[in-house]
């Protein structure tokens, strides 16, 4: 009983956004959409998390469309580092899990 | 330290040995957790703590799995009667409290010849 949906895969271009979709339709109020991503061989590695308002840092930038339904993470400037399995997770406030599904596998080409 | 560090980083043992998997979380942090990554697969749940305590053990697979943490801080995960089956990579997470971002070591590879 999934919570999100992910596409399996895609391409980007190195230097372009990458701007990777997730869909949570079934997402509470009190629920956050959190996002990770595996590279190879290394454990999963925080990116960033949000609520309802549109959050941004150092790694990538997290929109979230008005009725929570879905989202979308956006790596301003792909790089060929940025090639991992990127994971959109919904998680409860007060929840302690992390439940991961198949993610998306992200290659960025030169 | 500066990140969650887990030792060793790749161990290999004999079908029916016993094994222990250390994990060392970010200082301060109160939860842990274990997961379980088998080859082409998902990342698994398999126990969470706070401070010494474990709430939810739901995810260890069977009663040959067991898993301490002293101090509020260093855990230990241990397999008895190590199966081929178990072979898989084993990370540990840690976070400031039970429901913040959580952060992830490098893991543990094990493999059960």
């Known amino acids: 009983d999934a919570k999100t949906t992910q596409p399996t895969s895609m391409d980007c271009a190195e230097g372009r956004a990458a701007n990777l979709p997730c869909n949570h339709s079934t997402i509470s109020g009190n629920e956050y959409v959190y996002w990770y991503r595996q590279i190879h061989s290394q454990g999963p590695q925080y990116i960033i998390h949000g609520l309802k308002n549109n959050e941004t840092n150092e790694m990538a930038s997290l929109i979230i469309t008005e009725d929570r339904k879905s989202s979308t993470l956006i790596l301003p400037h792909a790089t060929l580092r940025d090639t991992a399995v990127y994971y959109c997770?919904?998680?409860?406030?007060?929840?302690?899990?992390?439940?991961f599904g198949a993610g998306t596998t992200v290659t960025v080409r030169a | 330290g500066a990140g969650v560090s887990q030792s060793p980083s790749n161990k290999v043992t004999e079908k029916g040995k016993d094994v222990e998997l250390r994990c060392d979380p970010i200082?301060?942090?109160?939860?842990l957790y274990w997961y379980r990554q088998s080859l082409g697969q998902g990342l698994e749940f398999l126990i969470y703590f706070q401070g010494n305590s474990a709430p939810d053990k739901s995810g260890l697979p069977s009663d040959r799995f067991s898993a301490e943490r002293t101090g509020g801080s260093v855990s230990t995960l241990t397999i008895q009667r190590t199966q081929q089956e178990d072979s898989a990579v084993y990370l540990c997470?840690?976070?400031?409290?039970?429901?913040?971002?959580?952060?992830f070591g490098q893991g543990t590879r094990l493999t059960v010849v």
């Open positions: 997770i919904v998680r409860a406030g007060n929840d302690y899990k992390l439940s």
């Open positions: 200082s301060g942090h109160t939860a």
């Open positions: 997470a840690s976070s400031s409290q039970g429901y913040t971002e959580a952060f």
